[in-house]
């Protein structure tokens, strides 16, 4: 064993032990619990622990892919900024800022819109202290540095733009499967006889107030359907909606998800580009499950928000102008590196990529223009 299997092994076998105890205690936990700590357990939780994004990481995100997509959020952030009067100062947050990449390329794309960058205040919410100090390396030299802020009560007042990619799929969900007409929740629990191997187990019916998660359209699936609860997004449109209603501002969400409500176990972990067993090694996977932009849109609108798209990242980031600005990088570069942006391209917005799956939506304060390159929802 080299010493870098070493320093990985003794905290994962750590929460391993922790979770173990727990079920032993407890009784078998809510898949977000389980989510939960094996994210952001502060020995060993994935997140906080380490720093996941790149080509030679876990995974992969599009702000990794290219610059284009950091550069187009802050063109539209600045938009956004002239359209709410270029008010100075502004707050702009991003919420689970991975490696800083995106901001970085989004300051230095918002400097062409005079005064955006002067007047913006940049916020960054991040739970991981590892990422934190990637975070600051990589926009060290950005024309604003940034502040942490535990959470988005914490940003202070005023206008604000709020940003984020990937951020709502780390959001802890629970899980329940129909099962001889009634829905109960799907727990992590021991394995038969084996307790040294966590598996699925049922738990009891839901609550009314659980079973009020699922969506009327999926209230009568037959027997053996999966649903996923997902409760914790709704604090988090409370916050923004907070924001929005004391000041004027956009709030833009880009993740993987379904535009409507579906059943399926979305629940998924990878480690080295790779697909794994969620239950196998907590702590030393991503685990993500897909975003519902049919219920944020829902729940967007129920807080008194003006609510646009969900829209495929691919029309999207199309619609503002991608094609464009990757044939104005590749020109004049060799013909490896125009291969290079022509693949970037295609990876954030082919349907078979990026394009379709992955989602925009974006909030606002009542009665602003539009955000740039996105509908109404519903319109
Ligand atoms: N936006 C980046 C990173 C995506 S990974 C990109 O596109 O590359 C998810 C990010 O959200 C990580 O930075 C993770 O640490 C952070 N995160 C997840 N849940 C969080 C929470 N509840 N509070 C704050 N940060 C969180």
């Given at each position: ?232 997004d709704a604090?988090l449109v409370e916050?923004v909606a907070?924001?929005l ?6 709030a833009?969400f ?39 932009f049919d219920r944020l849109a829902k729940l967007g609108l129920g807080a008194g928000l003006d609510v646009y798209g969900p ?50 939506i974006a909030f606002a304060s009542k ?10 929802h519903?319109?």
């Amino acid at each position: 064993m080299n010493s870098e299997t070493r320093d990985e092994f003794r905290p994962l076998e750590i929460l391993r032990a922790q979770l173990k105890a727990r079920i032993a205690a407890e009784g078998p936990i809510p898949v977000s619990v389980y989510m939960a700590e094996a994210l952001f357990d502060p020995a060993a939780g994935y997140y906080a622990t380490r720093d996941p994004l790149g080509a030679d990481k876990d995974f992969i995100t599009a702000p990794e892919i290219s610059q284009m997509f950091g550069e187009f959020i802050g063109l539209w952030a600045a938009e956004c900024w002239g359209q709410l009067g270029a008010p100075d100062p502004v707050q702009l947050v991003e919420l689970g800022p991975g490696t800083g990449r995106m901001m970085d390329d989004a300051l230095r794309a918002g400097a062409a819109a005079p005064g955006f960058v002067e007047a913006a205040q940049v916020s960054l919410i991040e739970a991981s202290p590892a990422l934190k100090m990637v975070q600051g390396r990589t926009l060290g030299r950005a024309p604003v540095q940034p502040r942490w802020r535990p959470r988005l009560e914490d940003v202070g007042p005023g206008p604000s733009l709020i940003v984020s990619n990937e951020f709502l799929d780390c959001l802890p969900i629970r899980q329940a499967v129909k099962h001889r007409g009634v829905w109960r929740e799907r727990l992590v629990g021991f394995a038969p006889e084996d307790d040294d191997q966590f598996a699925f187990v049922f738990g009891g019916p839901l609550s009314p107030a659980d079973l009020a998660l699922i969506a009327p359209e999926l209230q009568d699936e037959p027997d053996g359907a999966l649903v996923e609860l997902r409760a914790a997004d709704a604090p988090l449109v409370e916050a923004v909606a907070d924001r929005l209603k004391s000041s004027p501002g956009y709030a833009l969400f880009i993740d993987y998800g379904s535009a409507r409500p579906e059943t399926g176990d979305t629940l998924q972990a990878i480690s080295k580009h790779q697909k794994v067993d969620p239950l196998t090694t907590p702590g030393g996977a991503d685990l993500t499950a897909w975003v519902d932009f049919d219920r944020l849109a829902k729940l967007g609108l129920g807080a008194g928000l003006d609510v646009y798209g969900p829209m495929g990242q691919g029309e999207f980031l199309t619609g503002l102008g991608v094609e464009t600005r990757a044939a104005a990088l590749a020109r004049g570069r060799d013909r490896a590196a125009q291969g290079r942006i022509q693949r970037q391209l295609e990876r954030l917005v082919a349907p078979g990529e990026m394009g379709e799956l992955f989602k925009v939506i974006a909030f606002a304060s009542k009665d602003l223009p539009p955000p740039p390159g996105l509908d109404r929802h519903g319109g």
